[in-house]
């Protein structure tokens, strides 16, 4: 039983390119979150979807920044116009039903982006 | 003030030592709370899972729930090497499903 998979898991890019980060859930989970670990820091909400819906987003930067979970496919977190600062490892969660119907998140290895 | 505070460490103990950890948090709406443990360049594995106040036993560890004071504590019984890493606390209301992490404790058990 296959856990959370992120791809990939190492991202170099420069200054200005796009970053895509891949993320498949456990298998028959629907719940899919993001956080974002900076060094010395704990990790961070960024959002929150289930198929085709972003449910919470307040954690992500209002630019550059977005999410989606298609109905087909992993979950992509994009992230446009990087720059230094958004240098960090990025993990997925995903979830059956929701921490909240006594599921837990469960996590991938995370992906570490590093901006040239 | 952080909602949720972990001392960072690092805490070191000889082999077979009991380890507590601890995390203080402020916001009463907090309902669920998760322990878990990060090696170094992995993802967070899920140790303990606990639903409002008490305890929790998973083989040698033991998570304990204090709403009253707002104090949550992981203990580790007859600590192995292999427990070396990072130990996260992670806690969120009801209905809220975003974690709010501690930033983790440091533990390196000694042979």
Known sequence: ?????????????????EARLRCSPMKGHSHVYWYRQLPEEGL??????????????????????????????????????????????YFCASSLTGVSSNQPQH?????????? | QKEVEQDPGPLSVPEGAIV??????????????????????KGPELLMYTYSS??????????????????ISLFIRDSQPSDSATYLCAMNP???????FGTGTRLTIIP
């Open chain 1, 44 to 89: 961070k909400f960024m959002v929150y979807l289930q198929k085709e819906n972003i449910i919470d987003e307040s954690g992500m930067p209002k630019e550059r920044f977005s999410a989606e979970f298609p109905k087909e496919g992993p979950s992509i977190l994009r992230i446009q116009q990087v720059v230094r600062g958004d240098s960090a490892a």
């Open chain 2, 94 to 100: 009801f209905g809220n499903e975003k974690l709010t």
């Open chain 1, 107 to 116: 996590f991938g290895d995370g992906t570490r982006l590093s901006i040239l």
């Open chain 2, 54 to 71: 008490g305890n929790k036993e998973d083989g040698r560890f033991t998570a304990q729930v204090d709403k009253s004071s707002k104090y």
């Open chain 2, 20 to 41: 507590s950890l601890n995390c203080t948090y402020s916001n009463s709406a907090f309902q669920y709370f998760m322990w878990y443990r990060q090696y170094s360049r």
């Open chain 1, 1 to 17: 039983n296959a856990g959370v998979m992120q791809n990939p898991r190492h991202l170099v890019r420069r200054r200005g390119q």
